[in-house]
Antibody
């Protein structure tokens, strides 16, 4: 099956760290830029970060780039999100998302089921 | 950042009704717009990309239109599985941004 599966979420205290993982299967992982998008409880969707297929281009939401780091391992078909200095407002479901390209547009065509991150004392 | 504003925030409709959801961008985004729907406890699902292209497997009762700053998603003949929250999203310029969502509820 073509899918993305997130893991690594959990309960962490403010100031703590977590490393999320996203494992891909069923498609040529090397061909795709991968994103992280989050959704706080009862809220809308917020783009977090992205990494290009060869890791040459990494982007972050301005409010997060000093605390979050995205990486990937193409041999393991996985993308990672290292999150440090976590705050209560980082509480959300974190989705791993595949970026598709159909000239001349990019779009999000495949989403994982998400992993819950809860930051609370 | 490009702000995406959806209207209405929620609507009530019956099975068989036609509904329209609007999405406005704070600047010209051409046709770089997607629509998703999401049911409680599940991840978003792509319906339409590049303003009007239906994703594979999406029923033809979904139709996207617009360009520039104003876009619409029309669902003709609502089906029970269509009651969900709908989001628009621009991919014209990073950071990619989403509308706040429109909840379609059963009347």
């Amino acid at each position: 099956d073509v899918q993305l599966v997130e893991s690594g979420g959990g309960l962490v205290k403010p100031g703590g760290s977590l490393r999320l993982s996203c494992a891909a299967s069923g498609f040529t992982f090397l061909d795709y830029t991968i994103h992280w998008v989050r959704q706080a409880p009862g809220k809308g969707l917020e783009w977090v970060s992205s990494i290009s297929s060869s890791s040459n281009y990494r982007k972050y939401a301005d409010s997060l780039k000093d605390r979050f780091t995205i990486s990937r391992d193409n041999t393991k078909k996985s993308v990672y999100l290292e999150m440090n200095s976590l705050r209560t407002e980082d509480t959300a479901v974190y989705y791993c998302v595949r970026e598709a390209w159909n000239y001349p547009h990019w779009y999000f065509d495949l989403w994982g089921r998400g992993t819950q991150v809860t930051v609370s004392s | 950042d490009i702000q995406m504003t959806q209207s209405p925030a929620s609507l009530s409709a019956s099975v068989g009704d036609s509904v329209t959801i609007s999405c406005r961008a704070s600047q010209n985004i051409g046709t770089s717009l997607s629509w998703f729907h999401q049911k409680p406890g599940t991840s978003p699902n792509l319906l339409v990309y590049s303003t009007s292209n239906l994703q594979s497997g999406v029923p033809s009762r979904f139709r996207g239109s617009g360009s520039g700053t104003d876009f619409t998603l029309t669902i003709s003949s609502l089906q029970p599985e269509d009651f969900a929250t709908y989001f628009c999203q621009q991919s014209y310029k990073s950071p990619w941004t989403f509308g706040q969502g429109t909840k379609v509820e059963i009347k």
